[in-house]
């Protein structure tokens, strides 16, 4: 059996070292910021702001993989903005590679302490700079495999239960800032039971298998989880989808499940694998919090049941 080591040692050969890192360069100067886009446009994706309010901005809704942030700038320095990156749960395992003018041991220090990884000195070597930044991304996408393993379900390649609930919050959270809903979808394999006692658990866990990947190929933008949320239920979080577009995607995701046809001998009126369905949705304005939402989704799977299984419920706040 491959270990975790062995495992992270042959994605590290595929993807850390081919990946293109998504680097957001911060500095208030238009002439560094061309500089260091000529030394990386060909290796990586970059993001530009001029200020340290724009950074935090940025990184918080689409955080990227590492920054590159000047330390003198007007308003908010780049040691402020390090400082209040870490704070966050959403943002402090974001690099920061600190660019700077002053060479002194205290300046050195202010830099560690704010919470950087490394500094590099103006005028920048662009041999100096590149090796440093590969060598922290290497280290950024060795962690998110890491994490990525250990928030997988280990039969089905979907996100697990424990992720399931922090990015639940973390999308919550999110929403909240940007006053966008937020939809999440529950589904439960019909009559699962009775399919482990036709067909045996190994192909209990082949079903498994199926459904999920049916779940995943319907549920494609990146922002978008799929878990396993417990047992034969699966679970959609839909961060800036109104109960439309949620609705949608459940209607998808039930059809295709039917349209598997997977043998069923005890299994609702077309003898296949089916799957009840319960979408919700929160807005703003709703007095709610994330345990509520999964609650109201809750409630339309149980009504979905009721009335037949095999079908899509939902409910608006």
């Not at 402090?92 to 600190?98: E, G, L, N, T």
């Not at 060795?142 to 609930?165: H, P």
């Not at 949608?248 to 349209?259: G, L, S, T, W």
């Not at 009721?306 to 079908?311: F, N």
Request: contains cysteine.
């Amino acid at each position: 059996m491959t270990s975790a080591i062995e495992q992270i040692s042959l994605a590290q050969s595929t993807e850390v070292r081919n990946r293109r890192g998504r680097i957001l360069v911060v500095d208030d100067q238009p002439i560094n910021i061309q500089a260091i886009h000529q030394i990386f446009i060909n290796e990586h994706e970059l993001f530009v702001a001029t200020s340290g309010q724009q950074a935090l901005d940025f990184c918080q809704s689409t955080p990227p993989d590492l920054l590159l942030l000047d330390v003198m700038m007007p308003q908010m320095s780049g040691l402020e903005v390090c400082r209040r990156l870490k704070q966050q749960d959403a943002t402090a395992d974001i690099p920061v590679i600190f660019v700077t003018g002053a060479d002194s041991q205290e300046d050195e220090n202010s830099c560690w302490e704010a919470g950087g990884v490394d500094f590099v000195s103006k005028p920048v070597n662009a041999q100096t700079l590149k090796n440093r930044v590969r060598a922290h991304l290497t280290l950024k996408f060795q962690a998110d495999l890491l994490k990525e393993m250990a928030f997988r379900d280990g039969l089905t390649g979907v996100a697990n239960r424990r992720f399931f609930d922090e990015t639940l919050q973390q999308e919550w959270r999110r929403c909240s800032r940007s006053n966008q809903p937020i939809s999440l979808i529950l589904l439960d394999i019909d009559f699962f039971k009775k399919y482990n006692d036709t067909y045996g658990h190994l192909d209990g866990d082949e079903c498994l298998k199926h459904v999920a990947a049916i779940i995943s190929h319907q549920v494609r933008r990146p922002g978008d989880l799929v878990a396993r949320y417990g047992g034969e239920e699966f679970a959609v979080i839909l961060p800036n989808t109104p109960l439309r577009g949620a609705v949608e995607v459940a209607m998808k995701i039930e059809e295709a499940v039917r349209d598997m046809s997977m043998p069923h001998e005890q299994g609702v009126n077309e003898k296949v694998v089916s799957v009840s369905v319960g979408v919700a949705t929160w807005h703003m304005d709703a007095d709610l919090g994330p345990d509520q939402l999964i609650e109201l989704a809750d409630r339309q799977l149980y009504r979905a049941k009721e009335q037949g299984r095999a079908r899509v419920c939902f409910e608006e706040t």
